[in-house]
């Protein structure tokens, strides 16, 4: 049992770890490892002149804020990672950040081993964040640079303010284009950064990693652990907020969808009939008074049909009410089988049946119902009932001047009369006036 639990085990290790969701992440942690390393070695040491400690306390620092997220209802987690990856690109610069932040990446997701997720997504995981982080940290790092920026940031002086926002700015953006390529790439729902709340966490996170930098590099030590105390005060607190925020949207998004389900269901209930699941007489009514509306106004023709099933009493004296109701349940799907999908087709009363057949007139409704005629006529019954057989009779009629919802109902009535007396089994057309 062992064995085959071991085995079921590497095979499912093997599907992960072979699929391009993976295959990307491990090409973006290797791309990430080649890059910082020529860059390491174009710039030398990155951490010469820092004590140890500091790397350390960053690589702290940055799986503490990365734990410090929530997950938003669309189900994409949000960290404060950026106050830690910002604040260490300000005192150790872009390439000891690239290290560390990537380090920093690369070792948080094991954690969710312990919580039954599989090792391989885990693994995916790891390897797609660091390399990102890592990435991110060397490129907006770098430009921060190039803009004339500081490292360490010791002042916060106005000519700093491009280079600080192009920073920011660059390391936003190229983290929103790499979760849309992944998300592209594992077929989920396209991630969409532009969340005005999450933008506003992200810019919060900024100026958060200004004051950490700012203080880390001037201040005492007492002042500096005040002041990452007071900061981590305030990610736990943001972070509760954030997440009873995305609670009550969850909460607010949940009795939304029941509100909304409600009503359908009591619009259903209001026009559909609950046996055959057709539009039922008051549905059908509104829907005549609109096309005669329609046809005094803009001159669009329609036609309709009463339709009744042939001594339908005798089926349910022989065979039972509940195959009576089963035959009106099959009647009610062929004729939605033989309509169109403009057609409107209600149940009129017990066994009797309306069709509207909007833009279309006298001769070409009469087809329409001698088509359904001949299906009924030709449907095998017998699985409802041996010796089985259903038949119908149709009236036809047309919207002419002068008509209302009742004389033209009257007409059709008139005409499915003169079928029931003529020998049922037949359709019968209003004749021309």
């Known amino acids: 049992m062992g064995r085959v639990a071991l085995s079921g085990e590497m095979t499912r290790a093997r599907t992960v770890l072979g699929t391009a969701e993976f295959i990307y992440a491990a090409c973006l942690f290797a791309v990430a490892v080649i890059t910082v390393s020529f860059a390491t070695r174009a710039s030398g040491d990155p951490f010469a002149g820092q004590s140890p400690a500091v790397a350390v306390f960053f690589l702290l620092f940055g799986l503490f804020t990365i734990s410090t997220g929530y997950h938003t209802p669309s189900g994409v987690y949000v960290s404060f990672d950026r106050v830690a990856q910002i604040s260490c690109i300000l005192v150790l610069g872009p390439v000891a950040a690239a290290w560390v932040n990537g380090l920093a990446s690369l070792l948080y997701p094991w954690h969710r081993i312990a919580s039954g997720r599989p090792w391989p997504k885990v693994l995916g995981a790891a390897l797609h964040n660091a390399g990102l982080m890592a990435l991110l940290s060397l490129v907006a790092g770098s430009l921060y640079l190039w803009a004339g920026g500081q490292v360490p940031l010791l002042v916060l002086d106005p000519m700093l303010v491009p280079a600080l926002l192009l920073l920011l700015v660059t390391m936003q953006l190229l983290n929103d284009l790499a979760m849309l390529l992944d998300s592209w790439i594992s077929g989920a729902r396209l991630y969409w950064p532009f969340n005005g709340f999450v933008m506003t966490v992200e810019g919060a996170s900024a100026l958060a990693a200004l004051l950490v930098a700012l203080v880390f590099n001037r201040m005492e030590l007492p002042v500096v652990v005040l002041m990452f105390v007071v900061v981590a005060t305030g990610l736990l607190a943001l972070t509760q907020f954030a997440r009873m925020r995305t609670h009550l949207e969850e909460l607010v998004n949940e009795r939304t969808r029941r509100l909304r389900e409600q009503a359908d269901e009591l619009e259903r209930q209001a026009t559909r009939d609950q046996l055959t699941g057709l539009y039922n007489r008051r549905f059908a009514d509104r829907f005549l008074n609109e096309g005669v509306r329609d046809f005094v106004r803009q001159g669009r023709a329609f036609a309709i049909a009463l339709i009744d099933l042939d001594h339908f009493k005798r089926i349910n004296d022989r065979h039972s009410?509940?195959?009576?109701?089963?035959?009106?349940?099959?009647?009610?799907?062929?004729?939605?089988?033989?309509?169109?999908?403009?057609d409107m087709v209600a149940r009129f009363g017990g066994e009797e049946f309306l069709i509207c057949f909007p833009n279309t007139d006298l001769a070409r409704a009469a087809r329409a119902c001698e088509h359904l005629r001949a299906a009924v006529e030709h449907t095998d019954w017998s699985d409802i009932a041996p010796d089985l057989g259903v038949t119908l009779c149709a009236g036809v009629a047309q919207m002419r001047p002068g008509f209302d919802r009742g004389r033209l109902l009257r007409q059709a009535d008139q005409r499915l009369y003169a079928a029931k007396h003529g020998g049922r089994n037949r359709v019968e057309v209003e004749l021309a006036s």
């Open 321 to 342: 009410h509940q195959v009576g109701d089963e035959v009106l349940c099959r009647i009610a799907s062929l004729l939605l089988d033989n309509c169109r999908a403009s």
